[in-house]
Nanobody, 122 residues
Framework: VQLVESGGGSVQSGRSLILSCKVT????????MGWFRQAPGKEREAVAV???????NYADSVKDRFTISRDNDKPTLYLQMENLKSEDSDMYYC??????????????????WGLGTQVTVS
């Protein structure tokens, strides 16, 4: 399974970005999938996760600003980010695992990772 992120970039505060994560080499999005972010020297933190049954969880810091979604036919995972703030500047990673449930925020639960896409908000 390979995950390839795209859509990162540099934007001004208050603007929007959409990240995409293309999934190849595995079953069509039969995973728990999510977005994580990490700043240099810090722990990787969960941003948003969507489970196989469609249940969605968000970090408190992004609720009401970010929206995670998936297209099982493409298959691609998305993260729509609105009203971006400087503190959202990080490397964003797409991740997948076979089951996450209540452990959705634990990066160690996730088996597959993309290489990341940088988001910079100024």
């Amino acid at each position: 399974v390979q995950l390839v992120e795209s859509g990162g970039g540099s934007v001004q505060s208050g603007r929007s970005l959409i990240l995409s994560c293309k999934v190849t080499g595995g079953p069509k999005l039969t995973f728990c999938m999510g977005w994580f972010r990490q700043a240099p020297g810090k722990e990787r933190e969960a941003v948003a996760v969507i489970d196989m049954d469609g249940k969605i969880n968000y970090a408190d810091s992004v609720k009401d600003r970010f929206t995670i979604s998936r297209d099982n036919d493409k298959p691609t995972l998305y993260l729509q980010m609105e009203n971006l703030k400087s503190e959202d500047s990080d490397m964003y990673y797409c991740a997948a695992t076979y089951a996450c449930g209540s452990s959705w925020s634990n990066s160690r639960v996730f088996t597959y990772w993309g290489l990341g896409t940088q988001v910079t908000v100024s």
